[in-house]
């Protein structure tokens, strides 16, 4: 069950996120990237690349291959076999492309998604609530680090939660489990997920198969 919050300070406000705010977002998500998700965000981008480079190899071999071949079955086969995989190193390449820009940048293009804490006249904290058809998301929460230990955060998640008609999830390291549990999350396993939600948190559950890391799922259903 869901813990009562303490109230904002009086200084403080939660608003929703507008254009002037981009590039404060902007900071606060780098800066949540650098502290907690920086490892994850590599190994990301190296299993991309080398995946990449992979399917390229294939087709350099598959060039050859038909250029070795004379038979005009074997020929058509390595042909049809060539534009599958250009295709699909086109589509991955296109994948890490847009994963490099919005990793640092995808507050300045999603800024509604976002609402603010605000206090003293200037945002000191953030998170953003996507939705989906059948679920809602939860990421990026922040606050400065001046800020924090006073329920900021806290009262973020509960102003966005009450907001929710459908299941909100959200991915954390196990030492959040406690902070999320207390507002009213459980953790699930990955095949409780729908696989809406599972395509959803796919690289996490990849970073755990190729590092070991343990991320934790956790849901609110109101």
Known sequence: MAERIV???????????????????????????????????????AYRLVRLVALGGAIVLELWLLEQTTTQPGRWFLFL???????????????????????????????????????????????ALSCYSEFYVLYHLFVSANWRQQSLGACLVQHLIQKASQPVYLVCKPKLQWFYTRLGFHPVTWKELAPPVQ???????LDRRISGATWKVMCYSP
């Open 7 to 45: 109230s904002l300070p009086s200084c403080c406000s939660i608003r929703p996120a507008q254009l002037a705010d981009q590039w404060a977002l902007q900071e606060f998500v780098l800066k949540l990237i650098w502290t907690e998700a920086l490892a994850f965000d590599l190994r990301m981008l």
């Open 81 to 127: 076999l060539l534009l599958y995989s250009c295709g699909v190193t086109f589509f991955s390449g296109c994948t890490l492309l847009l994963y490099l820009l919005l990793i640092p940048t995808e507050p300045l293009f999603n800024w509604s998604l976002y609402h603010v804490v605000e206090c003293n006249g200037l945002p000191v904290g953030c998170a």
């Open 199 to 205: 395509a959803h948190f796919s690289d996490f559950e």
